[in-house]
């Protein structure tokens, strides 16, 4: 009876409206213009023009339409007795006036925002034709920073915005996707067996894993927003601390079903590859392979070209296909994609299958709906990477030796080396075919809203979302690899089920006049976040069968299961005042209740404050409208909490394999004194236009401090019975200056040309440690001789310490007098090296002609050092090109260690050195020498040539509406002072806290080239 009532008054209220349709065009040419708001005022009533600019929709006689649309004025009309209304909507000069989402998903006008933030449109995203589409934002947004862990498909790729701030915990932002959280994680290690002991551990220097974000389809995204600081973001709590991707995804519009289908076909080549020298041949076996300070290679020597033969061409083929419509009250989407990727290194890959389904429904007028629901399927296949990695085992392969010819005649490993079978390093092709790494991921994304208006000055908006998914990983050391062979193989399973709720509810205060001059609205909200992770790993060793790949196949067996949950429950508050619509000011609070925390210190309150001024708008300034289109102020300050990683407070017990067994405390010691960290922010800026909005700048200064900061993993004295403790006491500062420069040289009826330059230069710095600790560092970025990216007050947060050459008080290197040899730290030291560069630019430029479009994005780095580690491999083994010297006699600069090298007068060394016979020249070489300063690099991101097929052609036919064909070249050419094959390069995974491995090169592939080809057609 209750649903009949309902229904019942539901009809009479339709009964009493009537239909209004029109025609919605631009003043500018009289073109129709489609995907135009059209909303009944102070409802949630509304509809939007279709592909031909025309729409309906049911509203009494009283009503008025609001008409609004991107870069226009929004005009009303009020509904009479005609059943007809046309509009013409004017294009708005004025930038300020745009309607931009920003937290929470609130659509504000952009004159009344203090914060700093950057959108960027899905259209663009997808254009750049990445599978992971967080590699599409390089160069694209001011203080966004990414980086691509290798060039083989599905590696990680880590974001940070206005740089690294934390020492060893997470510096990625949140990912919002349509209002809620989702889980960006790269899986880490850690989860598998192995990592229990220090012989099977591969820790995050060998493999990588995909980071989640890459499960979202590019061509699902509407639009894209980076809120850049912790004012932007600071109602998103602590998991903002870092900043927040604020993802749109597609709606369907009112009109006719649409079918719309793309497509994508890409072939990558190698960039290149590293010169090895060919005139000197082996002279020993090493620990793993051969070192080459022998003699000459003889004359006529045939030499196999393992490096070239190595790589492939490898094809990639994407397609997409959509179908959206709707009527007056109720939109949908469907869409669905196949993504084949196949990569430049045999036998890696990745697929992915996307299906998404959206639905708007407007019931009545104070209930509106919205469902979306998005599955993903991803199958991935990685090759190993640094030590251990087939580039390494390529590169030290004797050239005199066909490396194709991995297996012996009866199919087992063929050795070349009198080393046992685990210390010769494996055959690349070898290690391609028969160790393995692959990730399959199921993720459901589920996310319901409800909109409900109980009266025309406000409404309530709820959210649940669920983020569901099973990622299942192996890792395969084939029982005759150098790594499985001492175990007879090694298997290691890691299932993660992971299980995301997140709940938020928003009472939406509307803007309203408190007078003539002062309006006011408000959010007052409350979200709760329920995380658990589940992770069952099996390790299985002693292969039956060496070639069957199954658990039930191993003699000796082990697992563990690891289990986090972490609940988050927030409140908090937004308000903003306005004054004659040239003066804003918001305030914000939010308070955090997390279970990671001890109780007593788990609950805090953070506040923002920011502010906007539009200068040109105030009466007494009419004047600057000579020289300004329009022109604001902005200035925000928040402080924004963190905790801490779940359990960092609580000891657990574990199985111990020791003598009669049992249980036992682990590695990790108990904090219960441990508390959140707390981050305040400064930020001021100013936005300019010029020219009637023809040029725009956008400069912000900002300024970060982080007190109390939560360093993980820090080592103790055994004697207190654990070896790590998670501590309170690190504090960092991070500054910069961001600047965006927008503008339309040239715009007619035919032409136009549109550029966007974005400009940060950026620092972090260490201020302090916990107990006053002279470094902290991340043990996985120790992963190559003795350097790592450790952090030691008063240098940079991406700073490198080593154990590097000893230096007297002049700073000139000190030698052991005996062999005429650099001496070496025996602890490691701060030698003044840098990662971060001293600015970056991204310059995007668009150009349009009639129905030809070319559009193409570059990517300036000034600055930064870079480990190459490959090249110091090489070297210490006499292959590397800068060894062919090696006859020649020198005397290394520095001063000699006998007593006098710190006086006044250190006695100069005078040794002669020649290395040919003074191997150890080569081989005791230390990493410092590798560590190359000041790189730059200008590479071409990407640039794509689009033409769409004139209207005049397609009239001809009813079935194609429209269709366009595109050609885009990704990472075409690079240029750069850096000697290795890519200066884009992580060391480890984006799994990997601090700063990372990024800057570490070690046996790491380089990003391809390649080229897409293409179409979209719309049915």
Same mark, same amino acid.
């Given at each position: 009876?209750?649903?009949?009532?309902?229904?019942?008054?539901?009809?009479?209220?339709?009964?009493?409206?009537?239909? $209004?349709?029109?025609?919605?065009?631009?003043?500018?040419?009289?073109?129709?213009? +489609?995907?135009?708001?059209?909303?009944?005022?102070?409802?949630?009533?509304?509809?939007?023009?279709?592909?031909?600019?025309?729409?309906?929709?049911?509203?009494?006689?009283?009503?008025?339409?609001?008409?609004?649309?991107?870069?226009?004025?929004?005009?009303?009309?009020?509904?009479?007795?005609?059943?007809?209304?046309?509009?013409?909507?004017?294009?708005?000069?004025?930038?300020?006036?745009?309607?931009?989402?920003?937290?929470?998903?609130?659509?504000?006008?952009?004159?009344?925002?203090?914060?700093?933030?950057?959108?960027?449109?899905?259209?663009?995203?997808?254009?750049?034709?990445?599978?992971?589409?967080?590699?599409?934002?390089?160069?694209?947004?001011?203080?966004?920073?990414?980086?691509?862990?290798?060039?083989?498909?599905?590696?990680?790729?880590?974001?940070?915005?206005?740089?690294?701030?934390?020492?060893?915990?997470?510096?990625?932002?949140?990912?919002?996707?349509?209002?809620?959280?989702?889980?960006?994680?790269?899986?880490?290690?850690?989860?598998?067996?192995?990592?229990?002991?220090?012989?099977?551990?591969?820790? @995050?220097?060998?493999?990588?894993?995909?980071?989640?974000?890459?499960?979202?389809?590019? *061509?699902?995204?509407?639009?894209?927003?980076?809120?850049?600081?912790?004012?932007?973001?600071?109602?998103?709590?602590?998991?903002?601390?870092?900043?927040?991707?604020?993802?749109?995804?597609?709606?369907?519009?009112?009109?006719?079903?649409?079918?719309?289908?793309?497509?994508?076909?890409?072939?990558? %080549?190698?960039?290149?590859?590293?010169?090895?020298?060919?005139?000197?041949? +082996?002279?020993?076996?090493?620990?793993?392979?051969?070192?080459?300070?022998?003699?000459?290679?003889?004359?006529?020597?045939?030499?196999? /070209?393992?490096?070239?033969?190595?790589?492939?061409?490898?094809?990639?083929?994407?397609?997409?296909?959509?179908?959206?419509?709707?009527? *007056?009250?109720?939109?949908?989407?469907?869409?669905?994609?196949?993504?084949?990727?196949?990569?430049?290194?045999?036998?890696?890959?990745?697929?992915?299958?996307?299906?998404?389904?959206?639905?708007?429904?407007?019931?009545?007028?104070?209930?509106?709906?919205?469902?979306?629901?998005?599955?993903?399927?991803?199958?991935?296949?990685?090759?190993?990477?640094?030590?251990?990695?087939?580039?390494?085992?390529?590169?030290?392969?004797?050239?005199?030796?066909?490396?194709?010819?991995?297996?012996?005649? $009866?199919?087992?490993?063929?050795?070349?080396? %009198?080393?046992?079978?685990? #210390?010769?390093?494996?055959?690349?092709?070898?290690?391609?075919?028969?160790?393995?790494?692959?990730?399959?991921?199921?993720?459901?994304?589920?996310?319901?809203?409800?909109?409900?208006?109980?009266?025309?000055?406000?409404?309530?908006?709820?959210?649940?979302?669920?983020?569901?998914?099973?990622?299942?990983?192996?890792?395969?050391?084939?029982? *005759?690899?150098?790594?499985?062979?001492?175990?007879?193989?090694?298997?290691?399973?890691?299932?993660?089920?992971?299980?995301?709720?997140?709940?938020?509810?928003?009472?939406?205060?509307?803007?309203?006049? !408190?007078?003539?001059?002062?309006?006011?609205?408000?959010?007052?909200?409350?979200?709760?976040?329920?995380?658990?992770?589940?992770?069952?790993?099996?390790?299985?060793?002693?292969?039956?069968?060496?070639?069957?790949?199954?658990?039930?196949?191993?003699?000796?067996?082990?697992?563990?299961?690891?289990?986090?949950?972490?609940?988050?429950?927030?409140?908090?508050?937004?308000?903003?005042?306005?004054?004659?619509?040239?003066?804003?000011?918001?305030?914000?609070?939010?308070?955090?209740?997390?279970?990671?925390?001890?109780?007593?210190?788990?609950?805090?309150?953070?506040?923002?404050?920011?502010?906007?001024? &539009?200068?040109?708008?105030?009466?007494?300034?009419?004047?600057?409208?000579?020289?300004?289109?329009?022109?604001?102020?902005?200035?925000?300050?928040?402080?924004?909490?963190?905790?801490?990683?779940?359990?960092?407070? &609580?000891?657990?017990?574990?199985?111990?394999?020791?003598?009669?067994?049992?249980?036992?405390?682990?590695?990790?010691?108990?904090?219960?004194?441990?508390?959140?960290?707390?981050?305040?922010?400064?930020?001021?800026?100013?936005?300019?236009?010029?020219?009637?909005?023809?040029?725009?700048?956008?400069?912000?200064?900002?300024?970060?401090?982080?007190?109390?900061?939560?360093?993980?993993?820090?080592?103790? #004295?055994?004697?207190?019975?654990?070896?790590?403790?998670?501590?309170?006491?690190?504090?960092?500062?991070?500054?910069?200056?961001?600047?965006?420069?927008?503008?339309?040289? !040239?715009?007619?009826? @035919?032409?136009?040309?549109?550029?966007?330059?974005?400009?940060?230069?950026?620092?972090?710095?260490?201020?302090?440690?916990?107990?006053?600790?002279?470094?902290?560092?991340?043990?996985?970025?120790?992963?190559?001789?003795?350097?790592?990216?450790?952090?030691?007050?008063?240098?940079?947060?991406?700073?490198?310490?080593?154990?590097?050459?000893?230096?007297?008080?002049?700073?000139?290197?000190?030698?052991?007098?005996?062999?005429?040899? +650099?001496?070496?730290?025996?602890?490691?030291?701060?030698?003044?090296?840098?990662?971060?560069?001293?600015?970056?630019?991204?310059?995007?430029?668009?150009?349009?002609?009639?129905?030809?479009?070319?559009?193409?994005?570059?990517?300036?780095?000034?600055?930064?050092?870079?480990?190459?580690?490959?090249?110091?491999?090489?070297?210490?083994?006499?292959?590397?090109?800068?060894?062919?010297?090696?006859?020649?006699?020198?005397?290394? %600069?520095? &001063?000699?260690?006998?007593?006098?090298?710190?006086?006044?007068?250190?006695?100069?060394?005078?040794?002669?050195?020649?290395?040919?016979?003074?191997?150890?020249?080569?081989?005791?070489? #230390?990493?410092?020498?590798?560590?190359?300063?000041?790189?730059?690099?200008?590479?071409?991101?990407? $640039?794509?040539?689009?033409?769409?097929?004139?209207?005049?052609?397609?009239?001809?036919?009813?079935?194609?509406?429209?269709?366009?064909?595109?050609?885009?070249?990704? /990472?075409?050419?690079?240029?750069?002072?850096?000697?290795?094959?890519?200066?884009?390069?992580?060391?480890?995974?984006?799994?990997?806290?601090?700063?990372?491995?990024?800057? !570490?090169?070690?046996?790491?592939?380089?990003?391809?080239?390649?080229?897409?080809?293409?179409?979209?057609?719309?049915?």
């Amino acid at each position: 009876m209750l649903l009949f009532g309902l229904f019942f008054l539901i009809g009479q209220t339709i009964a009493q409206e009537n239909t $209004v349709s029109g025609t919605v065009t631009s003043s500018e040419d009289g073109l129709s213009l +489609p995907g135009v708001s059209v909303k009944i005022k102070s409802s949630n009533v509304g509809t939007q023009t279709n592909v031909d600019g025309k729409y309906t929709i049911r509203a009494k006689a009283g009503d008025i339409l609001v008409f609004s649309f991107l870069g226009t004025i929004a005009q009303e009309r009020i509904v009479g007795t005609a059943s007809q209304i046309n509009v013409s909507l004017k294009q708005d000069s004025k930038a300020l006036d745009e309607v931009v989402v920003t937290a929470l998903g609130s659509t504000v006008q952009k004159r009344s925002l203090g914060t700093s933030q950057q959108t960027v449109k899905g259209e663009d995203i997808a254009g750049t034709q990445r599978e992971n589409f967080i590699n599409s934002l390089q160069g694209r947004v001011a203080g966004v920073d990414v980086i691509s862990t290798s060039g083989v498909p599905g590696a990680s790729s880590s974001i940070t915005i206005r740089g690294v701030s934390s020492i060893s915990g997470s510096n990625q932002p949140l990912f919002i996707i349509d209002g809620l959280p989702i889980d960006n994680k790269t899986l880490n290690t850690s989860a598998f067996f192995s990592e229990i002991s220090s012989t099977t551990s591969q820790a @995050n220097r060998t493999n990588d894993f995909t980071n989640r974000s890459s499960d979202i389809n590019p *061509e699902d995204i509407e639009s894209l927003v980076v809120l850049k600081g912790p004012e932007a973001a600071a109602l998103y709590g602590i998991d903002a601390a870092n900043g927040a991707i604020v993802i749109t995804t597609k709606r369907g519009k009112v009109g006719a079903g649409v079918i719309d289908y793309s497509n994508s076909f890409r072939i990558e %080549t190698p960039r290149g590859k590293p010169e090895i020298q060919r005139e000197y041949g +082996p002279s020993a076996v090493g620990s793993t392979t051969f070192l080459y300070f022998g003699d000459k290679y003889p004359a006529g020597t045939k030499f196999y /070209d393992n490096i070239d033969g190595f790589f492939k061409t490898a094809l990639t083929q994407k397609h997409n296909l959509s179908l959206s419509g709707g009527a *007056e009250n109720v939109t949908y989407r469907i869409s669905s994609s196949f993504t084949n990727q196949n990569g430049i290194v045999p036998n890696s890959k990745y697929d992915r299958i996307t299906l998404t389904g959206a639905t708007q429904a407007t019931l009545n007028k104070w209930l509106k709906t919205d469902l979306s629901l998005n599955y993903t399927y991803a199958n991935n296949d990685q090759p190993r990477k640094g030590d251990g990695g087939p580039l390494i085992g390529l590169l030290v392969w004797p050239q005199t030796d066909d490396a194709t010819n991995y297996l012996t005649a $009866v199919g087992e490993r063929r050795r070349i080396t %009198t080393l046992g079978a685990g #210390s010769e390093i494996d055959n690349p092709y070898f290690n391609v075919n028969k160790n393995k790494t692959n990730s399959k991921n199921n993720r459901i994304l589920a996310n319901l809203g409800l909109t409900i208006t109980p009266f025309k000055w406000a409404n309530i908006k709820s959210n649940i979302g669920v983020d569901n998914y099973t990622n299942q990983n192996v890792i395969l050391r084939h029982p *005759e690899s150098t790594a499985g062979f001492g175990f007879r193989g090694i298997l290691d399973i890691a299932n993660d089920v992971t299980r995301n709720i997140n709940v938020q509810n928003l009472f939406n205060i509307n803007k309203f006049n !408190i007078n003539k001059d002062i309006s006011f609205d408000a959010t007052i909200g409350q979200s709760l976040q329920d995380l658990r992770s589940n992770i069952d790993a099996s390790y299985g060793e002693n292969f039956l069968d060496f070639n069957f790949v199954s658990i039930n196949n191993t003699y000796i067996r082990n697992g563990r299961n690891s289990q986090v949950r972490r609940r988050l429950f927030s409140a908090f508050a937004r308000a903003t005042a306005s004054y004659k619509n040239y003066l804003y000011l918001t305030l914000t609070g939010r308070n955090d209740w997390t279970s990671t925390i001890p109780e007593g210190s788990n609950s805090f309150f953070y506040p923002s404050i920011s502010s906007s001024f &539009v200068f040109t708008d105030v009466p007494a300034f009419k004047g600057l409208q000579k020289y300004l289109t329009s022109g604001k102020l902005r200035a925000a300050f928040a402080q924004v909490g963190k905790d801490a990683r779940p359990y960092a407070f &609580v000891p657990g017990l574990e199985y111990k394999g020791t003598v009669a067994g049992g249980y036992g405390l682990g590695f990790t010691g108990p904090n219960p004194g441990l508390k959140p960290e707390f981050a305040k922010s400064y930020e001021i800026g100013t936005e300019l236009s010029f020219f009637k909005d023809r040029l725009g700048l956008d400069v912000t200064v900002y300024r970060k401090e982080t007190s109390d900061q939560i360093i993980n993993d820090i080592r103790a #004295s055994y004697a207190t019975g654990y070896i790590l403790f998670n501590l309170n006491g690190g504090s960092t500062r991070n500054q910069g200056l961001e600047i965006t420069l927008s503008g339309t040289p !040239i715009k007619n009826k @035919n032409f136009a040309w549109n550029l966007l330059t974005n400009f940060e230069s950026a620092r972090g710095k260490v201020l302090a440690l916990p107990n006053a600790l002279p470094e902290s560092y991340v043990s996985d970025t120790w992963l190559y001789g003795n350097v790592r990216n450790g952090n030691t007050p008063g240098k940079s947060t991406r700073s490198l310490t080593g154990t590097f050459y000893l230096r007297n008080k002049q700073g000139s290197i000190i030698i052991d007098p005996t062999t005429g040899l +650099p001496l070496r730290s025996t602890t490691f030291i701060d030698g003044g090296y840098d990662r971060q560069p001293d600015y970056t630019i991204g310059l995007t430029n668009s150009f349009s002609y009639k129905n030809l479009s070319l559009s193409f994005l570059l990517d300036f780095r000034k600055g930064g050092d870079i480990l190459n580690a490959t090249q110091q491999y090489l070297t210490a083994r006499g292959l590397s090109m800068r060894t062919l010297d090696r006859m020649e006699p020198r005397v290394i %600069t520095g &001063v000699l260690r006998d007593g006098r090298e710190n006086s006044d007068t250190p006695t100069a060394n005078n040794i002669v050195v020649i290395p040919n016979y003074q191997t150890g020249y080569y081989t005791g070489i #230390s990493e410092e020498l590798f560590i190359e300063k000041d790189i730059n690099w200008v590479r071409l991101r990407d $640039v794509t040539l689009n033409y769409k097929l004139p209207s005049t052609l397609l009239k001809k036919q009813n079935f194609i509406k429209n269709a366009s064909l595109f050609v885009t070249g990704t /990472d075409l050419f690079l240029i750069t002072n850096y000697s290795g094959l890519d200066p884009i390069v992580n060391g480890n995974s984006a799994a990997v806290g601090g700063s990372g491995g990024a800057g !570490i090169d070690y046996g790491n592939f380089p990003i391809p080239a390649g080229i897409n080809l293409g179409l979209r057609i719309g049915l």
